[in-house]
């Protein structure tokens, strides 16, 4: 297995780097409270694991370009929108993200409100550039959009956290629960996989193989995050632990408690490393970072 220290750093450098350059960019364009937030918003530090499996997946089917990392900062584009929103009172309520306060907590609920819709075509933008840099043919723009919006629309991210929010103080099925995780956090974690396919223009064979690595490390990553939220500290997480029991949430752990959680989350990182394999695809980097999302301890 590749060394996962390693590709998340240079993950994060690269995506932060970019992250940053259109944060300066979009705050002078836009100017302003607004300006501010959007760039604090896209500026704050994440993992990026959803970054990592973008390059990981670019180059385990032979994509070599650094442009690549445009679309990685994309995927990320569209992930920060979610946090901005999921922190607002209407949704998840919190005050802590990423170890900093939330953005409507930096500035003012309608401030943080308009900069995550703003984001949204952010991500378009930066999808475009970074499409533009890898020089992919008009049809492969197409394809990666339709991958990422879908991804984070109604089918996927925001039908799923539209679940959730419905699902608070009431007891899910595991299948119900599953079609949560599924939505509100699989989603663009499959997509991440499937875009680095996209761009490498793989086989549909091999691009078909990414999704279902990445359906299946979406739904772990999800159990993880469950198991973290309360097993870790609000210092070690960067948000405020204990917020899904605060909210009667059902989680994996409510349901299973947090050993069957953890087993479930493991099993289900070795069924996606199989995937790759039975797919053609070599597993080396994104097995290692399953591996990771599922034992990483914040
Ligand atoms: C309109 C109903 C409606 C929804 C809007 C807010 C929203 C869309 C969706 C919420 C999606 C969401 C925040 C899911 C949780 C995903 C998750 C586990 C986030 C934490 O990811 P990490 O650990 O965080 O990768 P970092 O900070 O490292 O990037």
């Known amino acids: 297995m590749a060394p996962v220290a390693g590709l998340l750093t240079e993950a994060r450098e690269r995506t932060d780097a970019l992250l940053a350059h259109w944060a300066t960019r979009l705050q002078a364009e836009i100017g302003g409270r607004h300006g501010e937030a959007l760039a604090y918003a896209l ?6 694991v959803r970054a990592a499996l973008v390059l990981s997946a670019f180059r385990s089917v032979g994509g070599t370009s650094p442009a690549i990392a445009g679309v990685a900062a994309a995927v990320e584009t569209v992930h920060a929108y979610s946090l901005v929103h999921d922190d607002l009172p209407c949704m998840d309520d919190d005050d802590l993200r990423r170890g900093r306060p939330t953005t409507h907590r930096q500035f003012d609920v309608p ?4 900069v995550g819709f703003l984001l949204v075509p952010v991500a378009a933008r930066v999808l475009a550039a970074a499409a ?15 991958e990422l919006f879908q991804a984070g629309g109604i089918e996927g991210m925001v ?6 929010l419905e699902a608070e103080r009431r007891t899910l099925t595991l299948p119900q629960l599953m079609a949560v995780h599924r939505g509100k956090t699989g989603a663009l974690i499959r997509a991440s996989c499937t875009l680095g396919g996209i761009a490498a223009q793989a086989a549909p064979a091999q691009v078909a193989a990414l999704t279902a690595f990445g359906e299946d490390v979406g739904l ?3 159990i993880a995050d469950d198991v973290l939220d309360c097993t870790g500290t609000s210092e070690e997480l960067g948000k405020t632990a204990g917020r899904d029991a605060a909210l009667a949430k059902s989680t994996y752990v409510s349901l299973l408690g947090v050993d069957d959680a953890r087993r479930e989350a493991e099993a289900l990182a070795r069924r996606a490393v199989g995937r790759l394999e039975r797919g053609g695809v070599p597993s080396g980097a994104l097995g290692a970072l399953a591996g990771y999302i599922v034992s990483r301890n914040s």
């Open 43 to 48: 500026r704050t530090p994440g993992k990026r």
């Open 132 to 146: 533009e840099e890898l020089a992919l043919p008009a049809d492969t723009l197409g394809d990666m959009a339709s």
């Open 159 to 164: 039908g799923g956290q539209w679940l959730d």
């Open 220 to 222: 772990a990553f999800q």
């Open 111 to 114: 401030t943080a409100t308009r």
